[in-house]
């Protein structure tokens, strides 16, 4: 282990430049509001800079050292990845000065890759997904699948320091790329802000806007409610949800807080599933074609105190991804006081404790990158009768969420995260 020098930069305040796709305000998924979180955490232990896609964020933003990139106009009708590209090249020149540049999904990991060799840098990954575990992207971006698989190996294999978000996550990597040291892969858990995510107050101000929120969607709290929230994306197993929801009790409402889908063919297929659903649901009722049948879409993205707002309303956290590398949304949930039903895949059984927190859904998954369970009917009913067995014992459901509260707490502060994070930094910089 090398010592500091006084020219080390481990001698004097370091300058960490995050590099991503997503930033507040164009948060789309989990790798975007880690991201965020984490730029705010690492401000007291370093100078942090962000350079974001989706164009500058004004004056403001960047005298607080965020910056923003928009897509080069003679890319504007390329394929979607190498408009990716485009951006990213900008952004690997605008690194120079920093001691560290660490970036966020395939998105940015070649601008992070770029700008380390380019300023003789460390480069570090923070890995959300993986390329090799999603080949349902090609339905999204043809032959820039294959580029953004390309980006991704080449920077990983380039990479000064890898940070898994779970074990689950670090085993997936070393699997894709075998060429990886195991050494250079770290496991920092992803974290949550736990006064953003909290039950709002039964009283006052709080009290008024999670009413005023579930009136405005259509949510009557006091039924019991299932409730999913994610991107329409084979990775969350929508699809198994909503045939698994054809078993639900038809006094429970089916919350979905869905959206931003992959490829219209995706969006077709949930579309035709809800449809479904609630035909079914209106032949027992007994109701119009005009009644949502307790089947309740939310396609916006709702601000965080809203979402907060639907999970208090709900009762049960279903979450039937058949790719998780972690799995935020289940942290979101449990900080909010949710049991969560969840498959039992990638990172997310190190955020979910069995028969505590709420419940893994065992899964068998063909090993062909896709996820698919190998026995898909099985995994319906699973999902079913896990999602099932929840709601038939309120006080179970009420303890587990509690013990999730507790969990979420005790595990995933970004205080912690912030240190493991620095550590990661010292590590590289001392190879």
Excluded at 25 to 32: N, Q, R, T
Excluded at 64 to 75: H, K, M, N, Q, S
Excluded at 237 to 265: N, W
Excluded at 403 to 418: C, L, M, N, V
Aim: net charge negative; charged share 20%.
């Amino acid at each position: 282990m090398t010592e500091a020098t006084p020219s080390s930069p481990l001698s004097r305040r370091l300058r960490v430049d995050l590099l991503t796709r997503e930033f507040p305000p164009f948060v789309y998924g989990g790798a975007g509001v880690h991201v965020a979180e984490l730029s705010g955490v690492l401000r007291p232990h370093a100078d942090v800079r962000v350079r974001a896609f989706d164009g500058p964020r004004g004056a403001e933003a960047e005298a607080e050292g965020v910056f923003g990139y928009d897509a080069p106009e003679t890319l504007a009708s390329a394929n979607p990845a190498l408009t990716t590209l485009g951006v990213d090249l900008a952004m690997a020149n605008d690194v120079a000065g920093a001691d560290i540049v660490h970036s966020h999904t395939w998105y940015a990991n070649l601008a992070g890759h770029l700008g380390g060799l380019l300023h003789g840098v460390p480069h570090v990954i923070s890995a959300h997904s993986l390329e090799p575990l999603r080949p349902w992207k090609a339905e999204q971006l043809g032959g820039g699948y294959a580029v953004s698989s390309w980006a991704e190996k080449t920077a990983y294999l380039g990479a000064a320091g890898i940070i898994a978000v779970s074990a689950g996550m670090r085993n997936d990597i070393l699997r894709s790329y075998p060429e990886l040291d195991p050494a250079k892969v770290h496991v920092v858990h992803n974290g949550i802000d736990l006064s953003g995510w909290a039950r709002p107050a039964e009283t006052g101000p709080e009290a008024d806007v999670a009413r005023a929120t579930v009136e405005r969607l259509g949510i009557d709290p006091a039924r019991q409610s299932v409730v999913f929230v994610g991107r329409i994306t084979r990775q969350k197993g929508l699809p198994y949800l909503l045939r698994a929801a054809e078993s639900l009790p038809d006094d429970v409402q089916l919350i979905l807080c869905a959206g931003a889908p992959d490829t219209p063919e995706i969006m077709a297929e949930v579309k035709s599933l809800v449809e479904n659903l609630r035909e079914k649901r209106r032949g027992r009722l007994g109701t119009g074609a005009g009644d949502d049948a307790g089947v309740i879409w939310i396609e916006e993205m709702l601000p965080r105190p809203e979402l907060v707002s639907v999970l208090a309303a709900s009762t049960v956290f279903l979450c039937p991804s058949v790719y998780e590398p972690l799995g935020i949304v289940n942290l979101e949930a449990m900080a909010v006081g949710l049991p969560v039903v969840a498959s039992a895949t990638g990172g997310i059984p190190e955020v979910v404790d069995d028969g505590v927190t709420g419940v893994l859904v065992p899964i068998e998954q063909v090993q062909d990158g896709t996820g698919t369970p190998t026995d898909p009917q099985k995994f319906v009913k699973d999902v079913a009768d896990a999602m099932l067995a929840v709601l038939a014992d309120p006080q179970r459901a009420a303890d587990m969420g509690a013990a999730g509260r507790q969990r979420a707490e005790d595990h995933f502060s970004w205080t912690a995260i912030a240190e493991r994070t620095m550590d990661v930094y010292r590590t590289v910089l001392e190879g």
